[in-house]
């Protein structure tokens, strides 16, 4: 008995009584870090969702092999943005090759969870940053 | 925070004339309808009551009015009801393409089974052509579905016109009047309607209950067999407190109709001259005027629906949307992409609807919270040529 009260007052005090996100989604949703453009970024990454017709933009400064600066832009649901803005926080200092490390489900478990039905919008976010990566190994190989 | 409920299509706040109502019929006038006893004899003449006021509303005899669980069974009941009972008489079903899930996914499920349907398309603006419907009905055609105005964009179908199409040739008509009934004048002699579904918690009533009227001597085959209840066509105990409730409600609601359709269309025309002026990119679903007093739907471009609900949310507004990230097939509402095929368009859809409760000072919160909000997510948006771009 105790406990399910003690469930139901963490529920009122969650942002918007929504049981559909977690806290820190909504945090993350309502206040996006690292949102923005990186004018002179060292590699851009880009990610679609051709299910719902999301897409995600992602900036990388890069130094020494490890990520100085990031940012992302992105159209998408509360889930796309909490996980465009958990990522950026995760790959922030990381070398390139910790940052390809960097699942789905890291992000989505960060978040404190996602709903089954918005796990592909983690996807989206982990696929930008890997593509902001990959464009900018392929470049460097060229060069 | 003190809450704004801006989303009186999907439901509304059960009014207090209504639980006053109902209240006695839980304990007090508890009996069974069909006990021949005293207890059961009030019941029965409860049910009495409110049949005769749902009738009135719609020019209907007491008789022709069958209670359900609501909106979605009176639906199911006319369009299954019809199919089964007139089998002999053909297999095909005309609908529209922005009807809602329970008239739709019923006529799906029927195809399935070996029906005919056809689902005729409708204008940019919602609107459902009665020469289209007319064309479409063939030698074999056993029913007519139209919704009276659409759920998710407010549009008015020509119903008096449809009628008029069906009784010429002979076909019954179906109207899913869930959004319309006690906001819209219906009078289903006058309309030629030969069933009408309508539902008590889109009027201020308790959920799980609404009404099919069924046209005198038109056959219906029951969905569940039971007990004679509801002139046969509907077995089961029935829902006594509820359907006090809702005849109560449908009483107030009508009573007030007139006045409050005007207050409405002035307050939702508010928002929608605000909204479509002072946000760029912003866009309006549906018909600007042939619409419900009280829907407005915007499409913003370069935002995604889910993401500015759940923002209007955060800020005490309660909305709707009908974006892809919305659903759970992850697909856009069937109803925007009937009005234009682009998904992305469909993607920024905002749904506010108003009622009973809606005040001046409310709408003027809910203008300043859209522009706010849609300023908020265009900063997270990335600038995509023909896409984000207006
Ligand atoms: C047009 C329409 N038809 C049917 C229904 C279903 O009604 P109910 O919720 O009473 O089952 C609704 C409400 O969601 C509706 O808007
Ligand atoms: S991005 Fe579309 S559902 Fe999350």
Redesign the pocket.
């Known amino acids: 008995m105790a406990k399910r009260s003690k469930k139901t007052v963490k529920n009122s005090s969650s942002l918007t009584n929504s049981s559909l996100y977690t806290q820190k989604v909504m945090e993350h949703f309502m206040n996006p870090h690292n949102m923005g453009e990186i004018e002179d970024a060292d590699s851009v990454g880009e990610a679609g969702n051709a299910v719902c017709g999301d897409v995600m933009y992602l900036y990388l400064k890069i130094e020494k092999n490890r990520i100085k600066d990031i940012k992302f832009k992105t159209l998408g649901c509360a889930a796309a943005i909490a996980t465009s803005s958990m990522v950026t926080d995760m790959a922030k200092g990381k070398t390139l090759d910790e940052a390809l490390k960097i699942t789905n489900k890291q992000v989505a478990e960060k978040l404190g969870g996602l709903p089954a039905i918005k796990m592909h919008c983690s996807v989206l976010a982990q696929q930008a940053l890997k593509n902001a990566i990959e464009n900018y190994l392929k470049r460097n190989l060229k060069k | 925070m003190r809450r704004i409920y801006a989303d009186y ?3 509304t706040p059960v009014r207090k004339e209504a639980i006053r109502a109902m209240s006695p019929y839980f304990d007090k006038h508890f009996g069974n309808p069909s006990s021949l006893h005293a207890d059961g004899r009030i019941a029965a003449d409860a049910i009495k009551n409110s049949r005769k006021i749902i009738a009135d509303i719609i020019n209907a005899s007491p008789e022709e009015i069958i209670f359900t ?7 199911n009941l006319a369009i299954r009801g019809i199919a089964s009972s007139n089998q002999k008489n053909g297999n095909h079903i005309i609908t529209s393409a922005v ?2 899930h ?2 739709l996914n019923t006529v799906k499920d029927l195809e399935k089974e070996g029906f005919d349907v056809t689902i005729i398309p409708v204008n940019k603006y919602g609107e459902v052509d009665p020469k289209e419907i007319e064309r479409a009905i063939t030698k074999k055609t056993i029913l007519i579905s139209v ?1 009276h ?3 998710e964009i407010g549009t008015i179908q020509p119903i008096g016109e449809i009628g008029k199409t069906a009784k010429k040739h002979s076909v019954p008509f179906h109207v ?1 009047a ?2 319309t009934f006690c906001h819209l004048p219906i009078d289903v002699k006058r309309m030629n309607i030969d069933l009408l ?1 309508v ?4 009027i201020g009533g308790p ?2 209950v ?1 009404a099919l009227y069924v046209r005198k001597g038109l056959e219906i085959k029951p969905l569940f067999t039971g007990g004679p209840h509801e002139f046969n066509k509907r077995a089961g105990t029935e829902n006594v407190a509820g359907i006090v409730g809702f005849a109560k409600a449908a009483e107030i609601a009508n009573k007030e109709m007139e006045r409050e359709k005007r207050r409405l269309e002035k307050l939702r025309d508010r928002i929608i001259d605000s909204i479509l002026s002072s946000v760029p990119g912003s866009r309006l679903n549906g018909h600007p005027k042939n619409r419900l007093a009280n829907n407005v739907n915007f499409g913003f471009v370069g935002v995604e629906g889910e993401a500015l609900l759940l923002m209007l949310d955060s800020m005490g507004i309660s909305a709707s949307t009908g974006s892809a990230c919305s659903s759970h097939n992850l697909s856009p509402s069937h109803v925007l992409l009937a009005l234009d095929p682009d998904p992305v368009k469909a993607h920024g859809s905002l749904r506010i609807t108003l009622g009973y409760k809606t005040t001046e000072k409310e709408v003027d919160y809910i203008i300043k919270a859209i522009q706010i909000s849609v300023k908020k997510i265009r900063e997270i948006t990335p600038k995509i040529e023909g896409v984000t771009t207006y």
């Open positions: 299509a999907a439901t669980s609501g909106g979605t069974e009176s639906d009807e809602h329970a008239v919704m105005a659409n759920n899913d869930v959004q579904s539902s008590s918690h889109k959920k799980g609404g």
